[in-house]
């Protein structure tokens, strides 16, 4: 069966440019979120869709990240003037949400290198 | 930030024997759940516990959790050169959205 796909696997762009980053989800899971896992600071949250609701941007680190999720599917990250602090692997994970003991599933992620 | 700590941070065994890993935390938590992460891949989800239970099994594996000393340990049993991963806890709080906080990971070896 399709798991959370993500797209592109990876992506080398240059310092100041915009990066978007694609996400497609378990068809029927409600729940999306956005990670990222870097060497220094670990696995982090970034921002979590639910269904219609307004998402959760707590863990964006500033205000040069975005996301969208669009048709209650398909999301989709983006970086604009990029910065080689933000060279790190970015998880998304998608779950069937009823309530909050759900696992997550994960897709291979996005590896992104700033040059 | 990170909700807490893994210890071992890497571990080395031979296939055959057990291995634990421990995991701790610092705020209440709704569940508590172990990952798996193959190099260059996303995380496999493993086992999930929630705060009223204290232990759980799956195939090979065991977790529990001691919600009084904030930690959880998760063992393999038998291990094999195929479960060499690193291998992440992270809980879920009791807010709503149910995202995750993970440990520092423990990086595991399995020798044949």
Redesign the interface.
């Known amino acids: 069966g399709a798991g959370v796909s993500q797209s592109p696997s990876n992506k080398v762009t240059e310092k100041g440019k915009d990066v978007e980053l694609r996400c497609d989800p378990i068809s029927g899971h409600t729940a999306l979120y956005w990670y990222r896992q870097s060497l220094g600071q670990g696995l982090e949250f970034l921002i979590y869709f639910q269904g219609n609701s307004a998402p959760d941007k707590s863990g964006l680190p500033s205000d040069r990240f975005s996301a969208e999720r669009t048709g209650g599917s398909v999301s989709t990250l983006t970086i604009q003037r990029t910065q080689q602090e933000d060279s790190a692997v970015y998880l998304c994970a998608s779950s069937a949400y009823t309530g909050g003991s759900q696992p997550q599933h994960f897709g291979d992620g996005t590896r992104l290198s700033i040059l | 930030?990170?909700q807490g700590e893994e210890d071992p941070q890497a571990l080395s065994i031979q296939e055959g024997e057990n291995a634990t890993m421990n995991c701790s935390y610092k705020t209440s938590i709704?569940?508590l759940?172990w990952?798996r992460q193959n190099s260059?891949?996303?995380?496999?989800?493993l086992i999930?516990i929630?705060s009223n239970e204290r232990e759980k099994h799956s195939g090979r594996l065991r977790v529990t959790l001691d919600t009084s000393k904030k930690s959880s340990s998760l063992l393999i049993t038998a291990s094999r050169a195929a479960d060499t991963a690193s291998y992440?806890c992270?809980t879920?709080s009791n807010n709503a959205?149910?995202?995750?906080?993970?440990?520092?990971?423990t990086r595991l070896m399995v020798k044949p």
């Open positions: 930030s990170q709704n569940n759940q990952y260059g891949r996303g995380l496999v989800h999930l929630r992440f992270a879920a959205g149910n995202m995750l906080t993970f440990g520092g990971g």
